[in-house]
């Protein structure tokens, strides 16, 4: 009987901290435009109000022309630093890009889909 309130009461606690925190949702910065052959910075800023053993973001992937160019995962066991986290990514322009990005909750799913562009100069 004992065993049993502690599953009731730890089931209670989970259900209430999935019940406040949303799902995983992402960002990209970018610059607008830059030289063919020049290297540039994508940054991808994440968010996610709980990462713990059991509610965390669980993936993050970076698109570029179709093409899965980056992936992140986590566990339980390896969390993202914080609630808020970024990763970068450096990429030789050689044409025109259109990016896509999306972060993924362990229990929630995506919040969105981040698109941008890069243009030449």
């Known amino acids: 009987m004992k065993k049993l309130l502690l599953l009731v009461i730890a089931l209670f606690f989970l259900g209430a901290g999935s019940a406040l ?9 970018v610059p607008a435009n830059a030289k063919q052959g020049e290297k540039i910075t994508i940054t991808l800023f994440v968010t996610h109000s709980a990462n713990n053993f059991f ?4 993936m993050v992937n970076l698109i570029i022309n179709g093409q899965e160019a980056a992936r992140w ?3 339980g066991t390896n969390l ?12 030789v322009l050689t044409g025109p890009i ?10 929630h799913g995506s919040g969105n889909t981040a698109t941008a562009t890069v243009g030449l100069q």
Do not use: D
Request: hydrophobic share 35%.
């Open 98 to 107: 259109t990016l896509e990005s999306a972060a993924f909750c362990n229990m």
């Open 55 to 58: 509610h965390h973001t669980k």
């Open 21 to 29: 925190a949303n799902k995983s949702a992402v960002r990209l910065e």
């Open 80 to 91: 993202p630093e914080a609630a808020e986290f970024s990763r970068t990514f450096e990429y």
């Open 73 to 75: 995962e986590f566990s």
